[in-house]
């Protein structure tokens, strides 16, 4: 019997069906868009994305491998802030609050003034900031009476899918909740000295629960109408981080992922819990890990596909153009012509809110260093310097920090060029393995899945399906080329933070 993975992210959902022995069946993929409401606000249209995520269930069991093989467990993998306010009768109240949303700033001064950072920090191992949910539900309370006093529950994007299920007794797994400002890391519950201090009902929220856990079965009616044709079964899953770390293998101490996607994300593998001062001022999380007794700590930069992306829509027709006369990706196309030498230029990637370890959420991209002589080549390259040295600020912070990284995990689109990686691994000076999986997070749930029905044991599951496609080693010529420039870089974004 087939088990589905489901990977719902910030641009759409892809599900993917596959056999206990992890041949892809079937993998459907569909896109929505953020909204913004007012400026600051950023949300999930929540009837567009739940009727988009339910077609791409729908799309995988139409298909004909699936038939023959059918689904009979499922997890997911989901963004990580995000909550949905449902009523008593389990409809929605309000559009889902995404986690770069911003209207809640004052509400986090005012969370300061009950309960320091570093309090909540030793509490959450979350270094509180304007991402936290905690703070966005005081806000619905302070400016949606009517809304929170008809709240029954706030679900997060995991459990809301249980609940759009039919699962009565919705789960929250630890991963997730360690996302929230309110989460007890070190006894795994609700926090209720926290929520208590804002008058918060701990009953608000699902139960939380390990990862890897059989809750339920998909409600018969809501089965048939999502074309699951035998009794599916419904496991815990986690946040995408986490599970794009088991997805590569990152299950042991200073093994980490890195996710080069829409944002980049360094999620690092730790047997222990790091909570000190510098992981909190660098707001670096500590938090729960999809696998038993492991967590992981993340470092993030928010833009950094999306960069990539702008300048190819901005700049790089003619090179699509030619990209596809050659039948070759863009990214080898423009990488063709690149040496392993500094640009001469400096771009700070924060095209949108920034990730560790400033947490802006209005930062200013900037680009030092043009000239007449500039080409757009150089702007390019400059922005794969850019990105690389802000994941290597966050790498030596982490260090510092006490967090060990022995190795990088690749996947995402940016781990396609073999420039970029090379590159990286030089200015790093650690390994990078890229990794032969295409959808890790899709991957790391069927894993959890089949975990949670005992089809197969986690070990079990990577030895079998998690595989290395190259190697990309530290060259210590490239990377004495680029000391200087890293050295000059990790000093701009106080030299323009005060200009805006």
């Not at 799309?59 to 499922?74: A, G, I």
């Not at 409600?219 to 599916?232: V, Y």
């Not at 095209?351 to 702007?379: C, H, M, N, Q």
Request: proline share 4%.
């Amino acid at each position: 019997m087939s088990i589905l993975g489901i990977d719902i992210g910030t641009t759409g959902t892809k599900a993917i069906a596959f056999s206990e022995e992890g041949k892809i069946l079937k993998s459907s993929y569909l896109e929505y868009k953020l909204i913004s409401p007012k400026p600051g606000w950023v949300e999930f249209d929540v009837n567009l994305m739940w009727e988009k995520i339910f077609n791409v269930i729908r799309m995988v069991n139409s298909d004909d491998l699936v038939k023959k093989d059918p689904v009979t467990s499922l997890s997911v993998s989901t963004v990580g802030e995000s909550f949905t306010p449902i009523d008593k009768k389990g409809n929605t109240l309000y559009n889902t609050i995404y986690s770069t949303d911003a209207r809640s700033i004052k509400e986090l001064e005012y969370i300061f003034t009950k309960i320091s950072p570093s309090d909540l920090y030793n509490t959450n191992g979350y270094p509180p900031g304007f991402i936290s949910p905690l703070n966005k539900i005081l806000w619905v309370k302070n400016n949606m009476p009517d809304i929170y006093s008809k709240t029954k529950k706030f679900l997060f994007t995991e459990d809301l899918l249980f609940h759009k299920l039919g699962i009565v007794d919705t789960k929250i797994d630890y991963s997730l909740c360690s996302r929230t400002l309110f989460f007890d890391i070190k006894n795994k519950k609700w926090s209720s000295k926290i929520l208590n201090e804002f008058d918060i009902d701990e009953n608000l929220f699902s139960k939380p629960s390990p990862s890897g856990i059989e809750i339920g079965y998909v409600n018969k009616d809501i089965a048939e109408n999502l074309g699951f044709t035998r009794e599916a079964a419904v496991v815990t899953g986690g946040h995408d981080q986490p599970c794009a770390a088991l997805g590569v293998g990152a299950i042991k101490d200073g093994i980490a992922a890195d996710g080069m996607g829409t944002v980049e994300c360094i999620t690092t593998a730790m047997d222990k819990l790091v909570i000190n001062d510098n992981m909190l001022n660098n707001n670096f999380s500590t938090q729960v890990h999809v696998v038993d007794d492991m967590y992981v700590t993340l470092a993030y930069n928010l833009s950094s596909g999306s960069v990539i992306k702008w300048y190819i829509d901005v700049f790089a027709d003619e090179e699509k153009k030619k990209a596809k006369e050659e039948g070759i990706n863009i990214f080898e196309h423009i990488f063709s012509g690149f040496t392993f030498k500094p640009s001469g230029l400096y771009i700070l990637p924060y095209f949108s809110a920034s990730g560790t370890p400033y947490l802006d959420p209005k930062p200013r991209g900037t680009i030092i260093g043009l000239s007449l002589a500039t080409k757009k080549e150089d702007i390019f390259k400059a922005l794969v310097e850019g990105l690389i040295f802000e994941i290597a600020f966050n790498i030596e912070l982490a260090e510092n920090s006490g967090v060990n990284i022995k190795e990088l995990r690749a996947v995402g689109g940016g781990a396609s060029s073999d420039y970029w990686l090379k590159l990286k691994s030089s200015i790093l000076n650690k390994p990078i393995k890229r990794m032969d999986i295409t959808e890790a997070g899709c991957l790391a749930t069927m894993m959890l899945a089949g975990k949670g029905t005992g089809k197969f044991s986690i070990e079990e599951a990577i030895s079998s399906f998690i595989k290395v496609d190259r190697e990309f080693h530290p060259d210590k010529k490239i990377r004495c080329r680029y000391l200087e420039s890293f050295r000059r870089y990790k000093k701009i974004y106080y030299l323009v933070k005060n200009i805006y």
